[in-house]
């Protein structure tokens, strides 16, 4: 009797090699996706910085004070930004996949300390990958504080989700 089919073995060899091939493919997504929102997060941060060296620039609408940055109040709330930073899409204060803009902007709290401290390891509160942190700085080196105009740099600090490292932007007119 001629019998066709597949032998046992033949059959583990298969489901054996598909499941590596899956595997294989799994991996492959979910570092393409975690590099697509590590793209996302410098595009981000370099978007919020333009708009602020914009506002250094040219100030806000119905004033003529430039030549300097807003204080940490403008991570006080989304229509702080929109007040302060006309042009600004809300988008880029969004880190991905958060939906506030008031959990995924904050300000820096390194207060007390002139000049206060700027290093990605010692910023409070430390970025998280659903987070960027706003730090202006005084002319002496200490945190503009809200109501402040003396704002003369800032840094905008964040973590990448590929190798949890926090990196830094500063403003260009240091």
Known sequence: MNRRGFTVVEMII???????????????VNTSQVKARDDERKADVAAIAAN????????????????????????????????????ADMKSFLAPGETEVALSF??????????????????????????YVYQPIKTDGSICAPGNTDCRKFNIFYRLESDNTVYKITSKNQ
């Open 52 to 87: 602020l060296e914009a506002f250094f620039n040219t100030g806000t609408d119905g004033t003529t004070s430039f030549g300097r940055y807003p204080s940490s109040a403008l991570a006080d709330s989304e229509s702080s930004i929109k007040t302060a930073l006309r042009d």
């Open 106 to 131: 904050v300000a820096s709290t390194n207060t007390g300390t002139s000049p206060s401290i700027q290093t990605t390891a010692g910023v409070l509160p430390q970025p998280t990958i659903s987070q």
């Open 14 to 28: 298969t489901v054996t090699i598909m499941g590596i091939l899956l595997l294989l493919a799994v991996v492959n």
